[in-house]
């Protein structure tokens, strides 16, 4: 059973809501800057893709920005909703890789004085919104997606007609210095998909959106239809990912949708940049799509906003959404020799601007195997 997406926020290092921050993704606009949160002397990568809110001064980071940025996010998908400031009742689920760790970091490294409650995103929900029905699942880089396919459950299985659906991620040190640590180079950019590509860099973000039993009196106003979301973990390998779990995950999303390759016209592709996931996800998707793959668009677009984590699929939905209402496709910042397995691949090297667009795929994976990959189309079908 499909669902109406009603609303829409978002905040990453090139923009703060929805409309801004795709204007500067369709323009080729990197939030890519040397790391400002913590001592890059420390580290070999010198970069990161930060929202770059934090307050002039001495100390170079603060605590409680990741709830900041999800309370902004979800604010905004309840106003273009038509929600208001009252979430009393609605469910709100987050997804996210880290919750607040940045915040514990600061406090028990510098005594930053963080209060042990506002590490749970539900308090500052219910302080904000009156969101008296909160939950939070950590679960890697496809979190939010695997929330997204929770809260369309919920809806289809009556559990509520209106469900909130967020996801954020914020840079912390120890998982900036881990990255640092297994890159054989110390990547300077994040490159999807190119022969060159060294790695990963992470970004700040968050989204949400508003969930919405699909009904004709809702329709005429919504940003799109969830027509699916397929979830699995494959349990391959704690980091590397498995092609197959990932082609599972595509294949059960479009049977849930009830689409075929051929009527995809578009891919959010996961797109890290790191040496493993980018060849894996593109044999995956060739192998699903077979001599259709050459057929949709595809782009990446943490080449602009970096690796956002937790928040990563629901910042591609959003992305993708917008594609299709507009026929803009961002670019893929940085591909210049595609890998072997994407070769014959129909990437978005320049800005797309007037594409016939209806159907678009959302892919989202995280160690561990936990996969995920939404569909969504325009409504006027």
């Not at 929600?83 to 028990?108: F, H, K, M």
């Not at 699916?228 to 498995?242: E, G, I, K, Q, R």
């Not at 294949?251 to 390759?261: F, N, Y």
């Not at 994407?342 to 090297?349: G, P, S």
């Amino acid at each position: 059973m499909s669902q109406l997406v009603t609303g829409a926020g978002a905040v990453v290092s090139v923009g703060d809501g929805v409309e801004e921050i795709f204007a500067a993704l369709c323009s080729g606009t990197s939030g890519l800057a040397p790391l400002r949160g913590f001592d890059r002397s420390r580290y070999r990568a010198q970069n990161a893709y930060e929202i770059d809110d934090r307050p002039a001064g001495d100390a170079p980071d603060v605590p409680g920005r990741a709830t900041d940025w999800l309370l902004r996010a979800v604010g905004q998908a309840a106003a273009q909703a038509g929600l208001g400031e009252d979430l009393g009742g609605v469910p709100v689920l987050v997804g996210t890789g880290l919750r607040e760790l940045r915040s514990a970091e600061l406090g028990y490294r510098d005594g930053a004085a963080y209060e042990q409650d506002r590490l749970h995103f539900g308090t500052a929900l219910r302080e904000r919104f009156g969101a008296d029905r909160t939950y939070t699942f950590a679960g890697a880089c496809s979190a939010s997606l695997y929330a997204l396919a929770m809260g369309s459950d919920m809806i289809a299985g009556g559990a509520a007609d209106t469900v909130i659906v967020a996801g954020v991620d914020t840079l912390t040190e120890s998982m900036y210095g881990l990255l640092d640590r297994v890159h054989m180079d110390p990547p300077e950019r994040v490159q999807p998909f190119d022969r060159d590509r060294r790695g990963v860099l992470m970004g700040d973000g968050a989204a949400a959106v508003v969930l919405r039993r699909d009904t004709p009196e809702e329709r005429s106003g919504a940003l799109g239809r969830l027509r699916a979301v397929s979830m699995n973990c494959d349990a391959y390998h704690a980091t590397a990912p498995d092609p197959q779990g990932i082609a599972e995950a595509v294949r059960d999303a479009q049977s849930r949708a009830g689409v075929k390759p051929d009527d995809v016209d578009l891919v959010l592709l996961h797109g890290t940049g790191t040496l493993l996931n980018d060849e894996a996800e593109a044999a995956a998707i060739a192998q699903v799509y077979g001599a259709d793959v050459g057929g949709p668009l595809m782009t990446a677009i943490k080449s602009m906003t970096g690796h956002t984590a937790g928040s990563s699929g629901l910042v591609s939905l959003i992305v993708a959404l917008r594609a299709l209402a507009s026929g803009r496709v961002p670019p893929t910042v940085g591909l210049e020799q595609p890998v072997d397995e994407a070769a014959d691949f129909r990437f978005a090297r320049e800005p797309v601007t007037a594409a016939d667009l209806r159907v678009a795929q959302v892919d989202a994976f995280g160690f561990g195997g936990v996969n995920a990959v939404a569909i969504v189309e325009r409504t006027d079908r």
